[in-house]
């Protein structure tokens, strides 16, 4: 059964710094990986989406990168601004799951 | 190009009734997935329709219930609620289970 962990659960950060946000998946048999962004009492917006194959996917100041063989992907924002504030997530599907397998988020909070 | 779009927003019912939620994905997606996301377990699969036709099902009692239109709009209904079943009720549409999903807004829904 995939399981999916994003550490930290939390981040507050101050404005103008780069971040890391980490998220490991059990599974490596994976088809894709996609981040998401939530904000409070909304529904998900999709950030980068990477294919097995990839490496690494950019938008803007978000780079993705993932390593299907150790099970990690890795979400950096640059230059973070109070706007980023949201929970990020991580999700994976592919092999014999046929379904977004998410993990549980990881809060983001860009202090002024 | 419009987004998904999720109906009712917010419901509140009663223990023992039933609700029916809508979602209309976007224009030229095929898969319609749905999700339950509430704080303890987070975000849970509920089931997937692909042209008019369950695909995929999650671990979820026979109260739970959905179909698709040819349109590809899909309804979801719930019957006997519980007060468990208060969540974020989530669709996502795609052209296909492995492609890149995108979520709609959510419907809120209150159990009491």
């Known amino acids: 059964k995939q399981e999916v962990t994003q550490i930290p659960a939390a981040l507050s950060v101050p404005e103008g710094e780069n971040l890391v946000l980490n998220c490991s998946f059990t599974d490596s048999a994976i088809y894709n990986l996609q981040w998401f962004r939530q904000d409070p009492g909304k529904g998900l917006t999709s950030l980068l989406l990477?294919?097995?194959?990839?490496r690494e996917q950019t938008s803007g100041r978000l780079n993705a990168s993932l390593d299907k063989s150790s099970g990690r992907s890795t979400l950096y924002i640059a230059a973070s601004q109070p706007g980023d504030s949201a929970t990020y997530l991580c999700a994976v599907i592919g092999g014999s799951n046929y379904k977004l397998t998410f993990g549980k988020g990881t809060l983001l909070t860009v202090n002024p | 190009k419009a987004g998904v779009t999720q109906t009712p927003r917010y419901l509140i019912k009663t223990r023992g009734q039933q609700v029916t939620l809508s979602c209309s994905p976007i224009s030229g997606h095929r898969s319609v997935s749905w999700y339950q996301q509430t704080p303890g377990q987070g975000l849970q699969f509920l089931f997937e329709y692909f042209s008019e036709t369950q695909r995929n099902k999650g671990n979820f009692p026979g109260r739970f219930s959905g179909r698709q239109f040819s349109n590809s709009r899909s309804e979801m209904n719930v019957s006997t609620l519980e007060l468990g079943d208060s969540a974020l009720y989530l669709c996502?549409?795609?052209?296909?289970?492995?492609?890149?999903?995108?979520f709609g807004p959510g419907t809120r829904l209150t159990v009491t």
């Open positions: 996502a549409s795609s052209f296909g289970t492995y492609y890149e999903q995108y």
């Open positions: 990477i294919q097995s194959s990839q």
